[in-house]
């Protein structure tokens, strides 16, 4: 399978510049961010994709959205593959907000908050991972999938820190 990490998103440029919390909640993507979007989608043209798995935080829907415009591919939301629940930009938009923001995805598969309460532990973030790993590797079309998460999401399932819409493959099946 193919993962993408959403691209820039305006939580990304305040606090790469000072590394403290600009208490943006559920940020959007950057016009950067939108043009990392696209070149992923370009990038991923002829790759045999045939759907996209994202996380429902609006910077992962946002580059899901491009990249499946550029391959006309599905997309499915799996609050799972969500980003490691510690900064504001981690708080999420309400399900319902959502379906109206997103008309043409469905977001029932979600509870109204579904990004946790209190922060997560590393631990949690790697049961998740082992968890979505798990599934994926049960899958017979994994190589056609392109999953866009985040990089604390990225990390936990591959470890590897992912730059900003920066594309790796992960193989489920492969020992790990």
Known sequence: MILVRH???????????TRKDPGIIDPKLT??????AESAGHDLTGKGLKRIIVS???????TA????GILNLPITIDSLIREHAFFS?????????????????DFAALSESW?????????????????FHKRMAG?????EVLVVSHWGFIRGLT??????????SFDPTAAS
């Open 159 to 168: 470890g590897h820190e992912a730059k900003n819409g920066e594309v790796l």
């Open 56 to 62: 429902p935080y609006t910077r992962t829907l946002q």
């Open 115 to 131: 990004w946790p309460s209190d922060p997560e532990t590393e631990d949690d973030v790697r049961a998740r991972c082992r968890s």
């Open 139 to 143: 899958t017979h079309d994994w190589p």
């Open 89 to 105: 930009c981690d708080i999420g938009t309400p399900r319902s907000v959502l379906s109206q923001d997103w008309p043409h995805l």
């Open 7 to 17: 691209g820039q998103s305006e939580f990304n440029v305040i606090f790469g510049a």
């Open 65 to 68: 959205d491009i990249i499946a």
């Open 31 to 36: 016009d950067e961010g939108r043009r990392q």
